[in-house]
């Protein structure tokens, strides 16, 4: 493996875009010889990621159509992270200037978003690394030579990308990659903190810097019904059980109710009937509050078109409740929700640049 590494890193030193034979040798190495070491390494893969052996991934690319500056070979659960553009995986990078190899857990930088993957945001990449760390520190922290940050040296949108999205990475420099014995145990040690990583992704309902798993469901609901054929291949990320949308739903309006309630308003719960959620009166005073609750941050929810209409029809007498942070236990039968973080908007004032559109409906004309 040593020796592959270093073949790689003396080839990139002759990086064209174009498909030399200099280029045809270094998608050899990174697509099937070092994919075939790692696979001789499968048995000891799973079990340090604590997943099933036909679970265990590897793959590699130089590129598609052009060849990449930045060429890598990655180690991933097939069934968490099909792709490379999204979920968590350990990954083989090699410096655009031919320096160095990295041994990184990474992630994808793209997001499901219905139809279509979208890059992340620099900010969202590192909200999701940051929540990441302290899900692996314990094991971590018991060496001293991983990196936070990596240098790829590629100069190509796709190679600065790899870059944000680093956990934590071992480095190997070109002139002092160690031999095959060493890297076998620092592949099977990163494993098992990508198998960390894993079961914490498992356990939470939301992770930082993710779409809200009910702007997820929306938008894919919207494309499959729309016919798009790319929303029937899935899309990144475990939505939401009906038991844990109305666990969550409960939640929520109950801290909304016990939160009106605590400011001498009389709250009847009216979401079976009537357009929005709770109906408050208060001597002559009346609200309509409109609530939602989400496993995420808050910062997007999902309103129906007839929401919209009925809350500016209401207005200025109306709210928005938003109860965020919600945690699931999905250890109990049935499922329970906990915790959530409450904020109100009142007057709540629906103004045209806070919408995004989902989908639409087209009048054909036939």
Not at 136 to 160: N, Y
Not at 204 to 228: F, M
Not at 334 to 341: C, E
């Amino acid at each position: 493996m040593d020796e592959l590494l270093s073949e790689v890193l003396n080839l990139q030193k002759l990086w064209q875009a174009t498909n030399t034979k200099p280029m045809q040798r270094r998608g050899v190495i990174v697509r099937t010889e070092i994919r075939a070491w790692l696979r001789e390494h499968a048995e000891a893969l799973a079990v340090a990621m604590d997943i099933p052996l036909d679970d265990v991934g590897v793959e590699g690319s130089d590129g598609a159509g052009q060849k990449a500056v930045v060429a890598w070979t990655r180690v991933y659960s097939k069934r968490r992270t099909p792709s490379a553009t999204n979920g968590w995986y350990l990954v083989y990078l090699f410096s655009g200037d031919g320096e160095r190899v990295y041994l990184s857990l990474n992630q994808g930088t793209t997001e499901w978003s219905g139809g279509e993957f979208k890059a992340r945001e620099p900010a969202d990449l590192k909200r999701r690394v940051d929540w990441a760390r302290p899900r692996i520190a314990q094991v971590a922290d018991t060496r001293t030579d991983l990196l936070k940050g990596i240098h790829l040296s590629s100069g190509s949108r796709l190679g600065r990308g790899y870059e944000p999205g680093n956990v934590v990475a071992i480095e190997y420099q070109r002139d002092a990659i160690p031999n095959s014995d060493v890297l076998s145990e620092d592949l099977l040690f990163m494993s098992r903190l990508l198998g960390l990583l894993y079961k914490a992704a498992d356990a939470t309902a939301y992770i930082p810097g993710d779409l809200p798993v009910e702007v997820r469901e929306a938008t894919q609901s919207a494309a499959a019904t729309a016919n798009r054929r790319s929303a029937r291949k899935g899309g990144q990320g475990f939505l939401l059980t009906a038991a844990e949308r109305r666990a969550i739903e409960k939640r929520s309006v109950l801290l909304a109710t016990e939160h009106f309630e605590a400011q001498g308003w009389t709250v009847k719960d009216v979401g079976a009937t009537k357009p929005y959620d709770l109906h408050l009166t208060r001597g002559d005073e009346k609200l309509h509050v409109e609530v939602k609750g989400t496993t995420s941050d808050g910062s997007q929810v999902i309103l129906t078109r007839a929401e919209v209409e009925w809350q500016r029809k209401f207005a200025p007498d109306n709210a928005l409740v938003i109860v965020h942070s919600i945690e699931l236990d999905r250890t109990i039968e049935p499922v329970s929700a906990t915790g959530g973080i409450l904020y109100c908007t009142s007057p709540w004032t629906i103004e045209e640049e806070t919408l995004t559109v989902v989908s639409y409906i087209h009048r054909t004309g036939l």
